[in-house]
């Protein structure tokens, strides 16, 4: 009677083991073909600022100041602070950033800055100080501190100022133009 007992329990558990095995192959099986589809479908990046704060409001073809300014914020950030070790990953994120007329040229902006960078053994960042929207035009006016190092050691700082402009279509926005103005001082 005991031997039976012993033989039911270990029957019991091996039909358990057996179960638990067909839907963890299940599971597996599912996630990879989830997998395999996500990776086949264009994705769309959608472009949220890394700060955050008040609510921001945005339409279809419209964004509010603090939404603009955010986002003006964390663009010239990711542009200019550029390493030869992140340039692939900011030539990436300059090609989500920017509005489908102007990836191209944005691409090409980060390559071209990035092997310049990569020659002379240099490396930037920029540090916003201030920034003023201009809601109405998609647009906002960046200015802080570039700094360039040279190796580990500050070779400049350089007060810089940048005018950019996006576009909205559908409710997401892209840069349009990222432009240099003339130095504060």
């Not at 279809?60 to 030869?84: C, M, N, Q, S």
Request: overall charge negative.
């Amino acid at each position: 009677m005991r031997h039976e007992a012993m033989a039911s329990e270990r029957r019991k558990v091996r039909d358990t083991r057996v179960v638990l095995a067909v839907l963890l192959a299940l599971s597996m099986a599912l996630n990879g073909v989830l997998s395999h589809g996500l990776a086949q479908r264009e994705s769309m990046a959608v472009l949220l600022p890394a700060v955050s704060g008040p609510v921001w409001t945005v339409g279809e073809t419209w964004a509010g100041r603090r939404y603009i300014e955010d986002t003006a914020r964390t663009v010239a950030v990711t542009l200019l602070t550029l390493t030869p070790d992140n340039a692939v990953h900011v030539r990436e994120a300059a090609a989500r950033m920017a509005h489908a007329s102007a990836r191209g040229d944005f691409v090409s902006w980060v390559e071209t800055e990035a092997e310049r960078l990569s020659r002379r053994d240099l490396a930037s960042a920029f540090y916003p100080t201030g920034i003023e929207v201009s809601s109405d035009e998609l647009a906002a006016e960046v200015s802080g501190d570039l700094v360039t190092w040279l190796g580990r050691e500050e070779a400049t700082r350089t007060r810089k100022r940048y005018r950019l402009v996006f576009s909205m279509d559908g409710g997401r926005i892209g840069l349009l133009r990222f432009e240099e103005r003339e130095d504060e001082g």
